[in-house]
């Protein structure tokens, strides 16, 4: 009974499924929002901005799963996430190290 209300056995259903990375919808949409441009101007409800997010990044052939206020990913899905994610944040940073270097040197 104690397992029941602490949530451990829906977190063994949800893993035995195969979703073992999960996320609630504002957390998802607080680390990955800068894959989509434009993004929480458009969808400011999280739920939907998350679904987005997937959708573009991750395509329509992926298999993630939108609950009543998670996300759902399977491995892979959330290991492409991190990678775009990643080169995202590399480009950015490059972009302004490059322009702080052009504007020392003026």
């Given amino acids: 009974r104690q397992l029941r209300y602490s949530g451990m056995m829906e977190t063994i259903r949800i893993r035995k499924a195969g979703y073992p990375i999960r996320h ?23 739920k939907q901005a998350s679904g987005v997010i997937c959708k573009r990044v991750l395509g329509d052939q992926s298999d993630y799963q939108v609950g009543l206020t998670k996300i759902f990913l399977k491995d892979q899905d959330d290991q492409k996430l991190e990678e775009v994610r990643e080169f995202q ?3 950015r940073v ?3 190290q490059k322009t702080f270097r052009m504007y020392r040197v003026k």
């Fill in 24 to 46: 609630t919808f504002q957390q998802f949409v607080d680390r990955y929002q800068y894959l989509v441009p434009q993004l929480t101007v458009n969808f400011p409800d999280a």
């Fill in 89 to 91: 944040l590399t480009r």
């Fill in 94 to 96: 490059i972009i302004i």
